[in-house]
C-alpha cells in the first residue's frame, strides 16, 4: 500500500488552486478585457506566465469565493486612491497618471502589494466583488421595451444583484449609440454610451417606461450614504477609464437624490417572497446582469424557480444581460442556446422571458453584447443565433 503525505496532498491541492485560479485571469483578460485596459491585461499576462507569485498568493489567501481577478484588481485601485504617491499610481489615468506600459508596471505592481499587504489581505477576505456598469442600463432599457410589446402600461422593476441599485433608475439616463442621440431617452447629465454593430438604425428605443415601483436586490447592498463604499464602487473602475468614472459619479449623485431600496437576500431562496410583498398586481420586470456567473448550476435552477413561484401570483418577466452558455443550463426556450452560440461566453446576450408558473413563455434573445456592453449587435429576427457577428 502506496501512503501519501498530508504534507504532499496540501501542496498537490495547492498547486491546483493556483492553476485554477491563473485560468481564471486568463478567462478574464480573454472575455472582459479585450482591448479595455492595456494595464490588467500586462498584469494578467504576468500572473498567468509566474511573474507574480506573491501577489497570486494574496488571492489564494481569500476564501474561495472571493478569488477572483476583479476583487484583486479593485482591492489594489482602492488602496491606490489614497496613496497615488506609488509609483503604481502613475499608470492609471483615472488617478492623475500619463505613464504607458513599460517594463516598469509589473515591478510595481509587486512592490506596491508587498509594502501594503496587511491592507490588501482583509479587503481580499470580507469585500464582495459590485456592479457599477452604468451601460447595461441599456440592456435593461431594450429588454423593458420588449417586454412591454406583450404587457403595455406600467410595471414593476426589480433587479437581482443590483448592488447600489445604479441601473434600476435606467429611464433617467441619456444614451448615445454611436455618438448619436436616441430621441426617445431621458436629458439626464448622465449619460450612457454604446456602439450599435449590425447595420441596424440607431435609435433602438421606444417611449418612455412607466415604471410603478423599483426595488433592488443583493446579498450585500450597497449603501451610498457611506463614503467608503462609494469608493469601493470606484475601486472597480479600470485605469484607463476616465469617461466611466465620470459616469459612476453622476450617476451615484442621481441615486443620492432619488433614492431606491436594495434589500440584503439570498437571490435564490427569497426572490419570490421579496416580489409578494410588491405592491399592485401590475407585471414585474426581474433583471439580471451577471448574475448567473456566481451561482452553481442548481442555484441557477433555483433562481429561475423563484421567478416561476412568484409568477403564481402576478406576471413576472426576466431581462438578462448574461452570458449564453450560463443561460443554456437554465430552462429558457431558445433554440440558438443548444447551438454554437452557448459556447460564446466571452460575449453576453441580452434577452427577455416572460414567465409562467412552472415554464418559460415568450423567450427571446434580442441582442448580442460586450459583457459590459461597450458594444451591442441586435437579433435581426426572433430566430437569430449571432453567427454572423
Partial sequence: ??????????????????????????????????????VYEAVC??????????????????PEAQRRPSLLFAAINLLLQQRLDAELAGYYAIHGGGRAVDARLVPAVAKFCREHTDQLLPILRERSTQTNEIRRSLAL?????EVRRYWPGRLALVEVGASAGLNLRFDLYSYR???????QAGRSAVVVTSEVRGGVGIDLLSGTPKISSRLGIDQRPVDLSDPDARLWLEA???????DELTTLRGAIELATSRRVEVVAADATTETAQILSTLPGREPV?????????????????????QLDAAAVHRPVAWVFAEAPGLLATTDLDIPALRGP???????YVVGASL?????????????????????LAPARDETDDFAWA
Wanted: net charge neutral; proline share 3%; aromatic share 8%.
Fill in 1 to 38: 500500500m502506496r501512503f501519501v503525505s498530508a504534507d504532499h496532498e496540501e501542496a498537490v491541492q495547492g498547486d491546483a488552486d493556483r492553476e485554477r485560479l491563473k485560468r481564471l485571469f486568463r478567462v478574464f483578460t480573454g472575455a472582459h478585457g479585450d482591448g479595455r485596459s492595456l
Fill in 45 to 62: 499576462g504576468a500572473i498567468v506566465n509566474d511573474d507574480l507569485p506573491d501577489v497570486l498568493d494574496l488571492l489564494l489567501d481569500a
Fill in 141 to 145: 432599457r431594450l429588454g423593458f421595451d
Fill in 177 to 183: 449609440a454611436n455618438g448619436i442621440r436616441a430621441s
Fill in 236 to 242: 472597480f473602475i479600470w485605469p484607463e477609464q476616465i
Fill in 285 to 305: 420586470v426581474v433583471f439580471t446582469a451577471s448574475l448567473l456567473s456566481y451561482l452553481s448550476t442548481a442555484d441557477r435552477a433555483a433562481f429561475v424557480s
Fill in 341 to 347: 452560440l452557448a459556447r460564446r461566453n466571452s460575449q
Fill in 355 to 375: 414567465r409562467k408558473p412552472g415554464k418559460s413563455d415568450n423567450d427571446r434573445l434580442l441582442a448580442l453584447a460586450d459583457p459590459y456592453v461597450r458594444w
